[in-house]
Structures are given as structure tokens and as C-alpha cells.
């Protein structure tokens, strides 16, 4: 017989749990009833390949395949970036640094996931910029590179701790029976522990991706924001989430304009639904693997 607390608590974590799913339906609603309309004039092969971005032209052009490509981009140099560092630091953390070290570094390293992004972007304006201009010899500091740098700084701290929780995770019995078989510790790293957490570094890695792909502020601050398909990774970009926040507040209300902004809205989170349905599904096999 369940106490009256039990149920309390019960109804309670059942309420917060359909008001997420509520407020995340409720999101997509939106973004489907203000972007679905815009449809109706403008043709869908147009919107996803079209090379050309000038709302204010006459007539008019709202083809984000240059915003896709800096997006895509953009995401994926911070993912080769962040992905070494974080899983690295990760491997250090569970299996190499003592304890005393272990305690100073993992709460630095999740303090850095608490940075806002402004100030990241900050630093990339002010600091990486100027670098990349004055000894990489760029012709602009903000651009791909810069992007791609700030988000795989912002990407290492989610990383490492899902990746590390992922390792640590790995039954001591599977690294005592490869130790007592003669494997060094390396090997034992190698060829049992890291494949045994394949899963969950993998779901590290696709979240890393999806909080590249999504972030807003870093982007609009230090990628340039010219809506062109880049060739090098001095070329400025326009990822899709800075095209809507630079966009959104000039776009005049229920213009196309304003319809093709949350067109382009729905390809961002249709993205970020897919890296995050990655993600679970990865998980999900990581979890029924360590139930066989």
C-alpha cells in the first residue's frame, strides 16, 4: 500500500514530466504554423537548395543551402576538434589521473560547461580574432575556423562527462580479468575497456554535435555571418541559428520574410531531433547491452 507521500511524489514527477513533453510539443506547433504557411508561395526545392539568401531583394530569395552548409560545417570542425580533448580528458580522468588530481580537474573542466556563451563569443572577438588575422594571416578573424574553435570549447565539457560517466561505468571485473591475462594497462584501455563504452562515448559524441549545431550566441558573435557556401576555413559563414537571431527582430510580422524564418527554424530542429534521437538509440543499445 502506497503511502500519501509515495503518490504525492509520484503525481508530481508525472506532472513535470508531461508538462516537458507539453512545452516541447508546443514549441514544434509553433514553429509549424508560422513556417508551414510559407510553403504555400515559396517552393520547398527552392528553400533547401537554393544558393542565394536576400530577403530584401525584389524578387525575393530564401535559399538556406548556404545556411546548411555553415551549420553542417561549422558543427563538424568543432567535432573533430572537441571529440580527441574531451574523450581524452575523459580517459584521463577515469583511469589515469590519481585522485587528488581527479578532484581539482573534473569540477574544472564542468565549470567550463557553465561559461556562458557571450562570453565565450567574446573571447573569440577579442582574443582568437585578431590572432587568426595577424599570424594565420586570415583576411577576417570571424570565420569558419574561429566557429568551429569556441564551439568545440564549449562542446569538450559534455563530452568529457558523458564519456567519462560512460568508462567509469565499465564493470572493474572486465579490466581485473584482462590484467590477470597478461595485458598491460594500455591494452587493457584499448581493446576492453573503450570498446566496452563504445556506446556511451558515442552518445558523447552526438551531443557534443547537437549543442554545436544548435548554439545561437557563439556563432552570430565569431563565424561572419556572410550566407555563402564556404571554400576554406578562413571563409566567414552564416550557420542557421545566428541567421535567425540576426534576422528574426528586422523581419516585418507575417511577412515572407518572417514565414521563412520559421521555415528555417523547422530544418534546425529537425537537425537537432535527429542528433538527439541518435544519441538515445545509441544509448538505449549501450543499456541493453549491459543488461545481457
Known sequence: MKTRKERFTEWTLAGVSTLSILSMGGI??????DGIPFFKFYPLTDFLFGLGWYPTDDPMEFGILPLIVGSLTVMALATVIAVPLGVATAIYLSEVARPGMRRIVKPFVELLAALPSVVIG?????????????YLGASTGLNLLNAGLMLAFMS??????????????????????????????????????????SSGIGTAVMLGMSRSIGETMVVLMVAGGAAVIPTSLFDSVRPIPASIAAEMAEAPFHSEHYYA?????????IFTLIFNAT????????NSGIGC
Open 28 to 33: 514544434v506547433l509553433f514553429l509549424l504554423l
Open 156 to 197: 569538450v565539457p559534455i563530452i568529457c562527462s558523458v564519456a567519462e560517466d560512460a568508462i567509469y561505468s565499465v564493470p572493474r571485473e572486465l579490466r581485473e580479468a584482462s590484467l590477470s591475462l597478461g595485458a598491460t594497462k594500455w591494452e587493457t584501455l584499448t581493446r576492453v575497456v573503450l570498446p566496452a563504452a
Open 279 to 286: 544519441a538515445f538509440r545509441i544509448a538505449e543499445k549501450k
Open 122 to 134: 567574446f573571447f573569440g572577438m577579442v582574443v582568437v580574432a585578431p590572432f587568426l588575422q595577424d
Open 261 to 269: 524564418l520559421f521555415a528555417t527554424g523547422i530544418v534546425l530542429i
